[in-house]
């Protein structure tokens, strides 16, 4: 439980830290609740971590039809921000409240439970049933992504190892929308054996589910065909008849939350 | 002593745990102090052809790999305690193969990762039924020539061995042991009976989850005595133990058993051999702390269990027969399991005609099995108080109504062929009869129920002795060996004050090493108050016989016209003429003084054993959706004698229950069909957190042990025992289908749900 000999370095802006990532086998560190455990167990072995904590990507703020979250905003911050109370991205807080216990959602950041690409996560399935957008900064430049492009499969994403995420941009629903998460929790490890987002609004639904497959995936049909994932715990046929229950859960309670922004 | 009996106090050791001033095992300072970092085996079966150490050896503060050949060991058996690392053969994955031991412990962990061991797999036994078919493969191939393992059985619970075996089984080498109880005419009886009920039932592996992982330090003085600090439940047993392994005359060993940071029968001379060989061989300081996941891999939990059982009644509710044939996984401990005393206790606290009960310890490939609060009686209650409430079900009767139509009573002969002593089934079922909850359970919405169900422990005995000291202050010291688990030390500290009489605030209580204590054996079993109270108090009288003579002279009365009430001699009818304890203390303890210090030593040896019941109720909620079980609501009832303490007693009512809550719903260590382990971690492995605890009712039932100090018996151990069967009772209520199988986690519910 001692990681292996790394070394560490405080990134005093953001091109600092870019600078410092262009070494191989470097490893941002933000609020270390993914990281430090998989070092402790010498899983990660970066040869320097790259503290990126103080930088300015922290908050929450609404801005031209987009809600947009700073990486670094904790599971915490996220739970008190106003505009993640009301009906049309309840969903956020909502998953947020339900994420480990309070040490947890005191250092742990939305941007690092994203890029880090727990198939069991929580929040990735909010941000792709809302249908979220990650910016990039690179030393080569910046660019787009949407969630759903980044999430290719356990543990991995389409990101560049030199990349940062800088914004995570959520499209703000119309009026007379709802979302909401429900999930139920393997017993240890309290992550999902089974998750749902859902987003309901005048326009139509759109539901994304979690735990269930290598990578959180946004739902179309009946997860009949869904290549759904099993282990001696919760074999998969009962994974996939969770995923129906918490997505029926989940829809329902955006839809009446829905009707409440009207 | 009126109100120094049966008032919640709170722990004597609370101030200093919480505020974090203990200083547990793994805290000392010890001056060139080594780190220890076990290996262990990746496989559950195989040859050590060799290990490779260059690359260990070469990082910087390493100090030594070793493995069983560096440890000066006698060869005293293959248990772990004489065979700490595996020797030549690993019978299972996690079991220590080798140390690296390092000036630090980053040293010492960079060490172990780079240690190689070349293995020659063998095939592994996983399956415990099928290990026992004659012609299975061996789970150990070395022969086990002199074992004495065996002695750590007699820390837990008394239990006989049963009859003579049935030669005619044919058995694979496996099973090392098998116990038979018969008597009359079970087959009759069956036949005879309105209700047969049958079914087999599987439990798992359940790991102790003590908050304090496995710890020892230990080092040599310069005079050559061995000194060993450590986790454990017993330093008598421990220093025994060691003294056998190494060859070590007792004199020259010293185990100070530290503040216990939990153990539930999990710390009995495990971790201390590899230490103390370390120790011995590099004459160097040496500490071991097993991180949480070397500590789910390489203990010693409590076994898997597969019960066969079939019971049956009149329809009247006279329960007639009961047949078992219960497979108890031994793992890799050949010196004892919990077949006999599972196969005793399946009969639980009731009569009946007839009965063959058999038990099985059986070898296989998965850890060594060890002892949990109350060995084999929550596996052997699951399945008998299933059954109980199939039968109520199939005759219509009011489950506790059938329970205490056979409850027990004082002079019962038991399946044991030994009559019951004084035992309070009746009375426990009675009260928790009353409860509101029994009334509420069938008003209760859809995928709620209540169910209940007993249990019972034996308790033991073992011989033990305290000495009690009043210092010139007028305070007590109360010195005994017992290592302070579920807080025994308090629970003396009133029972030394009422037998002298001292306001309980005055006393202390110290757990000496084997260096000065006087003995007693470990803190397990539900023995320690039961058995080391009545030393206390017979020391704390002894004291007071001093005291007494002391202050006859001085207030010039005779000894039999005093009395000592809150730390003062008075004259009975008298009290003006006294004087307070911290007077005549004083003047004994002084150059000069003319009296014998106030001290005294007692000793006990029960002979006769206390046994505790404890039924609970438990509601639960089944998410049919899901298969998701919430318990709501707990109730427990409990026979503990006399409540010394009320605080402590609930505390161990309440963590019983939570336990047994753990083994019903939550806690497995599950390994691969290859035999390694699955549910090595918290992240893996649940227990019931504080947030899916509900509220438990506690119900005090005494029932005075006549031979216990002041009435008490022993506690820690019944309330786990029933917990289970009451919330599977209650899920298959609620659920309208009953699981054979624990933990009932919510995929297992969700498919008994469908099927």
Redesign the interface.
């Known amino acids: 439980?001692?990681p292996?000999?790394t070394r560490y370095a405080r990134a005093s802006d953001l091109d600092h830290a870019l600078e410092l990532l262009a070494e191989p086998d470097s490893k941002a560190i933000a609020g270390g609740q993914s990281l430090i455990p998989v070092m402790k167990l010498?899983i990660a072995r970066p040869s320097l971590v790259v503290d990126i904590s103080r930088l300015d990507l922290r908050g929450v703020e609404e801005r031209d039809g987009e809600v947009h979250v700073g990486p670094l905003t904790t599971w915490n911050e996220l739970i008190g921000a106003e505009v993640l109370q009301r009906p049309p991205l309840a969903a956020v807080a909502e998953c947020a409240r339900g994420i480990g216990d309070l040490q947890v959602r005191n250092l742990g950041t939305i941007g690092g439970s994203v890029v880090h690409a727990d198939p069991a996560s929580d929040m990735p399935a909010v941000l792709l049933a809302l249908g979220a957008r990650l910016r990039l900064r690179s030393p080569e430049g910046e660019r787009a992504l949407a969630v759903s492009d980044a999430l290719v499969g356990p543990f991995t994403t389409t990101l560049e190892p030199d990349e940062l995420v800088t914004d995570i941009a959520i499209p703000m629903p119309p009026h007379g929308s709802g979302s909401a998460y429900a999930s139920?929790e393997?017993?240890?490890?309290g992550f999902a054996?089974a998750g749902a987002a859902a987003l309901a609004t005048p326009d139509g639904e759109s539901v994304a589910v979690t735990g269930v497959g290598l990578t959180p995936f946004v739902l179309s049909g009946d997860l009949s065909d869904a290549e759904i994932f099993g282990d001696?715990?919760?074999?998969a046929e009962?994974r996939r008849?969770?995923a129906r229950?918490v997505a029926d859960r989940a829809l329902s309670a955006a839809r009446e939350r829905a009707k409440v922004n009207r | 002593m009126s109100d120094t009996l049966g008032v919640a106090r709170p722990r004597l050791d609370a101030p200093e745990k919480v505020t974090g001033a203990t200083r547990f095992a793994a805290d000392g300072y010890v001056h060139g102090l080594l780190h220890a970092r076990p290996v262990l085996a990746t496989e559950p079966h195989a040859r050590i052809r060799g290990f490779d150490t260059d690359a260990t050896l070469a990082v910087p503060g390493v100090v030594a790999v070793l493995s069983a050949a560096d440890l000066p060991l006698a060869g005293t058996g293959t248990d772990r305690t004489s065979e700490p690392l595996a020797r030549e053969e690993v019978v299972f994955a996690g079991q220590p193969v080798a140390l690296v031991v390092a000036e630090t412990?980053?040293a010492a962990?960079?060490g172990a990762?780079l240690l190689v061991v070349d293995y020659e797999p063998l095939e592994a036994v996983v399956d415990v039924e099928a290990a026992m078919e004659p012609g299975a493969a061996l789970a150990r191939t070395v022969e086990d020539s002199d074992d004495e393992g065996g002695d750590l059985e007699s820390v837990h619970g008394q239990v006989d061995k049963g009859q003579e075996d049935d030669a005619g089984e044919q058995l694979s080498g496996n099973v090392l042991d098998r116990v038979t109880r018969e008597q009359g005419d079970v087959a009759a009886a069956f036949a005879a009976s309105d209700a047969v009920v049958e079914a087999t039932f599987r439990t798992p592996w359940v790991y102790q989850a003590y908050i304090e992982p496995q710890v020892c330090t230990a080092w040599l003085e310069p005079s050559g005595t061995l000194v060993v600090s450590t986790s454990t439940q017993g330093s008598f047993v421990t220093r025994r133990e060691l003294a056998r392994a190494f060859d070590l005359p007792l004199d020259r060993v010293r185990v100070i058993a530290e503040p216990l940071g939990g153990a539930f029968g999990g710390k009995f001379a495990l971790v201390e051999p590899l230490a103390v060989g370390a120790a011995l061989a590099l004459q160097r300081p040496v500490r071991l702390v097993l991180?949480?996941?070397e500590d789910f891999a390489a203990t010693n939990p409590a076994s898997a269990q597969v019960t066969h059982l079939k019971v049956a009644a009149r329809a009247d509710g006279t329960l007639t027969a009961i047949e078992a044939r219960m497979i108890v996984d031994r793992g890799t401990n050949a010196g004892w399991g919990v077949e006999g005393a599972t196969s005793l206790l399946v009969a639980g606290p009731y009569r009946w005609q007839a009965h063959d009960l058999r038990g099985y310890g059986v070898q296989t490939n998965r850890f060594t099995f060890g002892a949990y609060r109350a060995p084999g009686a929550p596996t052997a209650a699951f399945a008998l108080e299933s059954l109980l409430d199939e039968l109520a079900r199939e005759l219509d009767l009011d489950p506790i109504e059938l329970r205490l139509k056979n409850a027990v009573v004082e002079g019962d002969v038991g399946v044991s062929g030994n009559p019951f002593p004084t035992i309070g089934a009746v009375e426990v079922l009675e009260r928790l009869r009353e409860h509101p909850l029994w009334a509420q359970r069938n008003s209760l919405p859809d995928g709620e129920a209540v169910g209940m169900a007993a249990g019972h422990w034996p308790g033991a005995m073992e011989p033990a002795s305290a000495v009690c000291r009043v210092d010139a202050d007028g305070t007590m010291t109360v010195v005994t060996s017992v290592a302070d688990m579920s807080g025994v030390n308090s629970g003396f500290a009133v029972i030394a004050a009422a037998a002298f009489g001292l306001p309980p605030e005055q006393v202390r209580v110290v757990t000496a090493d084997t260096a000065s204590a006087p003995y007693a054996g470990a803190s397990g079993g539900s023995k320690v108050t039961y058995t080391v109270g009545p030393a206390v108090i017979r020391a704390a009288e002894a004291a007071r016989e001093k005291l007494l003579a002391a202050a006859a002279q001085e207030l010039e009365i005779a000894p039999g016209d005093l009395e000592v009430v809150d730390g003062v001699v008075r004259a009975v009818g008298a009290p003006d003429r006294s004087m307070t304890v911290q007077e005549v203390a004083s003047k004994a303890l002084r150059f000069g003084g003319r009296y014998e210090p106030i001290e005294g030593h007692g000793g006990s040896a029960q002979t006769s054993g206390a046994p505790s019941v404890a039924a609970h109720l438990s509601h639960v909620r089944v998410d049919r959706?899901?298969?998701?079980v919430t318990v709501l609501r707990h109730v427990i009832a409990q026979d503990v004698g006399r409540a010394l303490n009320p605080a402590l007693v609930e505390g161990q009512m309440r963590g019983g229950a939570v336990q047994g809550i753990g083994w019903a719903?939550?806690e497995q260590l599950?390994h691969?069909e290859d035999g390694r382990l699955?549910?090595g971690s918290?992240?893996?492995?649940?227990?019931p957190t504080a947030e899916?605890v509900p509220e438990i009712d506690t119900l005090i039932v005494e029932v005075p042990a006549p031979d216990g100090p002041f009435g008490a018996k022993g506690i820690g151990e019944a309330p786990v025992v029933g917990a289970p069967a009451a919330v599977a009772n209650a899920v298959a209520r609620a659920a309208g289908t009953r699981l054979y199988e624990l933990p009932m986690?919510?995929?297992r519910v969700?498919?008994a749900l469908r099927s």
Do not use: N
């Open positions: 439980m001692i292996a000999e010498r139920v393997h017993p240890a490890s054996l001696r715990f919760a074999p009962y008849a969770l229950v | 412990e980053a962990e960079d990762e991180t949480r996941s959706q899901t298969g998701e719903l939550f599950d691969d699955l549910t918290f992240l893996d492995y649940a227990i899916r986690t919510p995929p969700w498919q």
